[in-house]
T-cell receptor, first 114, second 110 residues
Framework: KAGVTQTPRYLIKTRGQQVTLSCSPI?????VSWYQQTPGQGLQFLFE???????NKGNFPGRFSGRQFSNSRSEMNVSTLELGDSALYLC?????????????FGPGTRLTVL | GQNIDQPTEMTATEGAIVQINCTYQ??????LFWYQQHAGEAPTFLSY????GLEEKGRFSSFLSRSKGYSYLLLKELQMKDSASYLC???????????FGTGTLLAVQP
């Protein structure tokens, strides 16, 4: 079974621009969660989607948004990029997003904002 | 609120045993995960505990005490490839999501 895939793997943007990241979950997984990872803060939860609905949201500004499609693929968008948005963005998929479900992570998209 | 604490760095010797501790504070606790993350790679699942006690899986074991809000990951017969960051994550809180600690960077020396 193929793992979680994320595209692109690397991205360089400038302040003020916007960016869209994509995540394809493991086949059959319906829950997709997004995390931001930085050296100082570790993994910070952004949001979780299940059946095309945002079910859970972390403490990030409204510039961070996402969506999920009917095939469970998910995208996240960051508008008006700031230098502090430079990070590794990870998505993770699980069967139903329940506490007993293991989350499987993709390789991440490394975003650099200049 | 929710909080996960684990040591920032640890060093151990090849062939030895190392224990990585994690303490957590979260309402509505629903389980604790350990993940391994090598530099530049995605976190990979190691273990899951929801009941008190020890879960053993090969060279890796994980322990949970819910009353103490405490878990540890035990790595035996350390190998150089075990050098990685180990992430403790607790499921819970009002919104029932997975909260990660900042990770423990383990360096295995010859």
């Amino acid at each position: 079974k193929a793992g979680v895939t994320q595209t692109p793997r690397y991205l360089i943007k400038t302040r003020g621009q916007q960016v869209t990241l994509s995540c394809s979950p493991i086949s059959g997984h319906r829950s997709v969660s997004w995390y931001q990872q930085t050296p100082g803060q570790g993994l910070q939860f952004l949001f979780e989607y299940f059946s095309e609905t945002q079910r859970n949201k972390g403490n990030f500004p409204g510039r961070f948004s996402g969506r999920q499609f009917s095939n469970s693929r998910s995208e996240m968008n960051v508008s008006t990029l700031e230098l502090g948005d430079s990070a590794l963005y990870l998505c993770a998929s699980s069967l139903f997003g329940q506490s007993t479900d293991t989350q499987y992570f993709g390789p991440g998209t490394r975003l650099t904002v200049l | 609120g929710q909080n996960i604490d684990q040591p920032t760095e640890m060093t151990a010797t090849e062939g030895a045993i190392v224990q990585i501790n994690c303490t957590y504070q979260t309402s509505g606790f629903n389980g604790l995960f350990w993940y391994q993350q090598h530099a530049g790679e995605a976190p990979t699942f190691l273990s899951y505990n929801v009941l008190d006690g020890l879960e053993e899986k090969g060279r890796f074991s994980s322990f949970l005490s819910r009353s103490k809000g405490y878990s540890y990951l035990l790595l035996k017969e350390l190998q150089m490839k075990d050098s990685a960051s180990y992430l403790c994550a607790a499921y819970g809180g009002a919104t029932n999501k997975l909260i990660f600690g900042t990770g423990t960077l383990l360096a295995v020396q010859p």
